[in-house]
């Protein structure tokens, strides 16, 4: 990945490579302000020659694509995965809190005592929509002459709503018709054939088909297939057998309307786009199915000269923990619990090793995720435990372990391949 790069006075200059990094540093030419993204300040007076940079992003409720571009280079290129059990984990707390309260004391019933602030979102909404909007201004922050364009959605609704939208109406620019549909049954499907319940075949395109007939011209009455089925649907004479299947329904779209409103708010010079001119966009640059892909086709990059191969993965790590030891009320307790101890596998540190420090083990890069009385586990970045091959527990002794860096609740991996990720669909 390019390591950032500002001036004396704290402007941004064009990025730099890793090797031109090092010999900086090397030098005392310049000092490191920021490990992730990694970014360094010279300390000596420069011209700062600037050209002109596009940042790109795949905004969703689960992964967000980044990309950043400069006339036909791809500077750098990664995804950024957020979290996902906010919901579960406030539902365990409201639930624990309901039940120690109907236990232990009895409280009076008080009305109207808690109003909404204006513009509140749920905690799991609203955790997902500030970390994209703080990963896009911290990347739009570090890039000289920076153009900015984000995904806000798959398709267009309003088109799907109203084929006759246009001009003014639009708001947003103009959409392609078909190709809308197409984006929001790929969204919707999670980018499987109706038919034959496979996924994405190369050479083997979709095609949409009306499930009651072009009379009845409704999003619940569209089917997603690939070509050949569409062809042996027909052939064979079993339309009926999409009839009786119930679709499946866009939960993501809610997500993505309240996150559109705010990117609308919070960046007024960005330009905004849809998923089905990003897939267009994306066949002409002849780049397969993927958030960093999509991101570089968003950027508004006709032509790529130099694509590198090495992929950032940004992933978020709930690093506090709550200690829910007092889920179950001992019985006859006369005094409070005011002296109680977190299993030693709830800890935050243990023999100068803390909760998802970024450590080498057996060569390999990984994150602390949790302790035993003797060890600690450790997870790759992709959520698999690093295991001794000759073990059958997770568990790795501290003395094998050599920490490379403290972390806050955020996982950096930036030397990743593409081979590295498992295809996305959608």
């Not at 300040?41 to 596009?54: I, P």
């Not at 571009?69 to 791809?74: D, E, G, H, Q």
């Not at 064979?236 to 299947?245: A, I, R, S, T, V």
Request: proline share 2%.
């Amino acid at each position: 990945m390019i390591v950032f790069v500002i001036n004396k006075h704290g402007e941004v200059l064009m990025p730099c490579s890793n090797r031109k990094a090092r010999i900086l540093l090397k030098d005392e030419k310049a000092k490191i302000v920021n490990y992730k993204p990694f970014t360094i300040q010279l300390l000596y007076g420069s011209t700062g020659y600037k050209q002109e940079t596009r940042l790109g992003v795949d905004t969703g409720s689960k992964h967000i694509g980044i990309a950043i571009t400069s006339a036909n280079i791809v500077l750098a290129k990664g995804q950024i995965d957020l979290r996902q059990d906010v919901k579960q984990l406030l539902e365990t707390r409201k639930i624990m809190r309901r039940g120690r309260r109907n236990r232990l004391r009895y409280r009076k019933v008080r009305f109207l005592n808690r109003k909404r602030p204006e513009g509140w979102l749920p905690p799991s909404v609203q955790s997902r929509v500030d970390n994209t909007v703080n990963w896009i201004n911290k990347f739009y922050r570090l890039l000289p002459k920076c153009s900015l364009t984000i995904e806000v959605a798959k398709f267009d609704i309003q088109k799907i709503e109203n084929p006759e939208i246009e001009g003014t109406d639009y708001q947003q620019g103009t959409m392609y018709d078909y190709r809308n549909r197409v984006a929001y049954l790929i969204a919707r499907e999670n980018c499987k054939c109706q038919y034959c319940k496979e996924s994405y075949k190369k050479g083997d395109g979709w095609k949409l088909h009306h499930i009651w007939g072009k009379s009845k011209d409704r999003p619940q009455d569209w089917a997603l297939l690939h070509e050949s089925c569409h062809k042996e649907l027909h052939s064979k004479c079993q339309e009926k057998l999409l009839q009786n299947k119930k679709s499946k329904s866009y939960k993501e779209s809610t997500f993505m309307s309240i996150i559109r409103k705010r990117l609308f708010t919070l960046f007024l010079n960005a330009s905004f786009t849809y998923g089905n001119i990003t897939f267009q966009d994306r066949c002409v640059l002849r780049l397969d199915k993927s958030h960093y892909n999509d991101a570089i086709a968003i950027s508004g990059i006709k032509s790529i000269k130099n694509n590198l191969d090495d992929v950032f993965l940004i992933k978020q790590f709930r690093k506090k923990k709550r200690s829910l030891h007092e889920a179950t009320a001992r019985k006859g307790r006369k005094i409070k619990n005011t002296e109680s101890k977190r299993n030693s596998k709830n800890t935050k540190e243990q023999s100068g090793i803390f909760l998802n420090d970024c450590v080498r083990i057996l060569g390999r890069l990984g994150f602390v995720s949790g302790f035993t009385s003797g060890g600690c586990y450790v997870k790759d970045v992709f959520d698999k435990y690093i295991q001794i091959s000759s073990k059958s527990y997770k568990q790795i002794n501290t003395s094998l372990i050599e920490v490379i860096s403290h972390n806050n609740n955020w996982q950096f991996i930036s030397h990743l391949k593409e081979g590295d990720f498992l295809p996305e669909v959608g």
